[in-house]
Every structure is written in structure tokens, then in C-alpha cells.
């Protein structure tokens, strides 16, 4: 059971999420991505909002509170790459690739995915990631 840590101001309510040992939320918005950040939480139905501390959070809401909703968005797995800019399809450039057909590795060196194949290795820049979910977006509450 999550907890939380609020004071209630004028303009709304500033709050921390703790676990059930009182600290600190270790999983909180920030350790989400850029896209999903914020979006993953709601307090009281409203989407909150980040603060100027990364430990902090803001809805402007002067209501009590009453139940946080915590959003785990659905896992993506990459399916293949697709041209972007399908003007460029050729008989040199295909459309579409699977991850088979560019043969990806994790260069540690350059800290980077690379392609292995060399029909494609010179042309991943004109391609973007397809990607497929795996699941649908769970729900938890905690509150009353």
C-alpha cells in the first residue's frame, strides 16, 4: 500500500509518495520515461503535475485526499524498423525490416545498438523503431 505525504496550500496540494515503511517511493514519475512520466499518476481523478524537486508533486486540487491512482503503462517490444520517409523506397531500400533481416547487436564500445548486416548497416539512420505492446495498461488505487 502506497502512502503519502502532503500539505495543503493555497493553490493546491504539493505531495510525496511513500512506501508502507514510510520512505520515500523508490518507483516514483521520474523513474518512468519521458512520455509516460507524469501520465502514469492521478490523485483525487486529476493528473498531477512535477514540481521544482524531482521528490515532489503538485495537484491543483483543494479537495481531500482521498485516492492515488497509479497507471503501469503496457511494455513495448521492438517488432522491426520502418522506413520513415517512404519516398526513399527503393529495390536498395526496403520499406520495412525485421530484426532478423538487420541482425542487431549492442556495440559497448560506441554505447549504442548497431546493425550487423551490411546491406543496412550504413542506412539505420532512415529508419524508425516499430514497436508493439504487449499488454494493456494496468490500474492500481490506494486510498480510501
Known sequence: ??????YLSLT???FQILDKNNNLES???H???VKASVDCFKLN?????KTFSPKWFFVP????????QVFTPP???LEGYELSNVSLFSDKIPQKLTLEEVEEY??????ETRWKNPRYKDIKSLYSKVLKSTGDQNTSNHGK
Request: glycine share 6%.
Open 12 to 14: 493546491g496540494i504539493y
Open 27 to 29: 518507483t516514483t514519475v
Open 106 to 111: 549492442f556495440d559497448s564500445n560506441e554505447g
Open 75 to 77: 511494455k513495448m517490444v
Open 61 to 68: 486540487s483543494l479537495e481531500k485526499l482521498l485516492l492515488l
Open 31 to 33: 523513474d518512468y520515461s
Open 45 to 49: 481523478d486529476l493528473k498531477i503535475q
Open 1 to 6: 500500500m502506497k502512502k503519502i505525504k502532503y
